[in-house]
């Protein structure tokens, strides 16, 4: 019986984990990943995670393009000004976008990407 809770408790905490974050790397020190959320009854959203690395604050203009199955379908664009060691958190600090030309059914699909195609990140100092 024992072994019946454990499992039950183990399979619990991996379904309820966090989704995790795909990876696109450190741009002149702000880290960007994104993570897609798919909410019952509602469009899919793809959330935006920025992390300021660096000792300075940076101004930041990113342009995103969604692909499906090679091709772009819809484009992103995200301007701010983060501050040293600030991190920004998709719908939290509004940095999240809900396509509109691809369903959740085509996202979950595999045949979606997101791509970083443009960015601008320069040292400033935040309001």
Known sequence: MKHYL???????TVACAPKEHVYKG???????????AHPE??????LLNLKNTSAE??????VLDLYFQGRTVESFEADTCIRSGQRLNGKLNGFYFNPQ?????QIKSG???VEITRSTIEGTICP
Request: glycine share 8%; charged share 25%.
């Open 6 to 12: 454990t499992l039950a408790i183990l399979l619990s």
């Open 26 to 36: 450190v741009h002149e020190g702000v880290e960007i990943s994104y993570r897609w």
């Open 41 to 46: 009854g509602k469009p899919s959203e793809l």
């Open 57 to 62: 604050d940076k101004q930041l203009g990113l």
């Open 101 to 105: 030309r691809l369903s959740t059914e």
């Open 111 to 113: 045949d979606s990407s």
